[in-house]
């Protein structure tokens, strides 16, 4: 995992005179892999990407619908 370093022309003055002319550079307090756990079944992965993707079009159907219904009533009100 790599850490940001801050430019020494961007440190204030106080640190420039502890750190000379390099960069501030960080180092990790924690082992990355005791932060991140990541548990990924694939196929448990790839059926709920496939139903999020079933679903997001089944809303887009429906405003769809709702766009063309609005446009129906509109439509009716300026012709009164």
Same mark, same amino acid.
């Given at each position: 995992?790599? *850490?940001?370093?801050?430019?020494?022309?961007? *440190?204030?003055?106080? *640190?420039?005179?502890?750190?000379?002319?390099?960069?501030?550079?960080?180092?990790?307090?924690?082992?990355?892999?005791?932060?991140?756990?990541?548990? *990924?079944?694939?196929?448990?992965?790839?059926?709920?990407?496939?139903?999020?993707?079933?679903?997001?079009?089944?809303?887009?159907?429906?405003?769809?619908?709702?766009?063309?219904?609005?446009?129906?009533?509109?439509?009716?009100?300026?012709?009164?």
């Amino acid at each position: 995992m790599k *850490l940001p370093k801050i430019k020494n022309e961007d *440190l204030p003055q106080e *640190l420039r005179e502890i750190l000379g002319d390099n960069d501030a550079e960080f180092d990790a307090i924690v082992d990355p892999t005791d932060i991140i756990d990541v548990q *990924l079944d694939p196929d448990s992965y790839f059926e709920d990407r496939h139903k999020t993707a079933e679903l997001l079009i089944e809303s887009r159907k429906k405003l769809e619908e709702f766009r063309q219904q609005e446009r129906k009533v509109k439509k009716t009100e300026t012709s009164e």
